[in-house]
């Protein structure tokens, strides 16, 4: 079976599975906000964002208001997610760009995205499919990157080689659906510690399902 007849069974197999899977697990409720949570996400999870980024956007509700915050007080409330000095300089950097590049908005394209401070192509990915359902790229993320190689439809170690084969490999229109879907997978069935291959619904099609037993 060619490899886009093999990713097109295994992603129409998955979305029966995680039908309701959400494009990202961070809480957002603008573009602002999404751009903001998806640069804190970086090396650390999910859950830990959420656990501060309601506090963040209280005391911050717009761009201008965060680009003119005090590093200090940024930091008290992002300390639990790691790395708060380079966040807080990367978040504050964004929204200072933002203001004056932007006219507080976010950019809707790859060539602005990724020349804010901290923002790189996963991080604009993310913004661009779930805020503007626009798809430029593949989001690689941890779970992404691993599901894939684990099916064999790549055998690159970097998040922007295992882009551009999923980005040759895929119609455009199933960039963000495969990013969805095996997040979600990586997150369920195809965890990183111990893979349930006996229980997948797609270990007909993978090379790593008896290497994971
Ligand atoms: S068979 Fe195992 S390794 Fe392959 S996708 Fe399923 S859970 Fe992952």
């Not at 509700?61 to 965060?66: A, E, I, V």
């Not at 995205?113 to 359902?133: E, H, I, M, P, Y």
């Not at 084969?165 to 990586?186: C, F, N, Q, T, V």
Request: charged residues 30%.
């Amino acid at each position: 079976m060619a490899d886009i007849e093999k990713a097109t069974k295994i992603l129409e197999i998955l979305q029966e599975r995680y039908e309701d899977a959400p494009q990202t697990y961070l809480n957002w409720e603008n573009p602002y906000q999404l751009l903001i949570v998806t640069i804190l996400s970086a090396h650390t999870t999910d859950a830990a964002v959420n656990s501060v980024s309601k506090d963040l956007f209280e005391k911050y509700p717009t761009p201008k208001d965060l680009a003119n915050a005090d590093d200090e007080d940024i930091i008290d409330i992002i300390r639990s997610v790691g790395t708060y000095n380079r966040k807080t300089r990367y978040i504050k950097e964004t929204a200072e760009m933002m203001v004056d590049e932007f006219d507080g908005e976010v950019p809707q394209n790859m060539e602005d995205l990724v020349r804010f401070t901290g923002v790189s192509r996963k991080t604009a990915n993310v913004v661009l499919q779930t805020a503007f359902d626009i798809n430029e790229g593949v989001v690689v993320d941890t779970h992404v990157g691993r599901v894939t190689k684990r099916l064999g439809l790549t055998e690159e170690k970097s998040a922007k080689k295992i882009e551009q084969d999923l980005m040759d490999l895929l119609p455009k229109d199933d960039w963000d659906e495969w990013a969805r879907i095996m997040g979600a997978h990586g997150r369920d069935l195809c965890n990183s510690r111990s893979p349930d291959c006996p229980n997948c619904p797609v270990n007909h099609l993978c090379p790593s399902a008896e290497l994971e037993q």
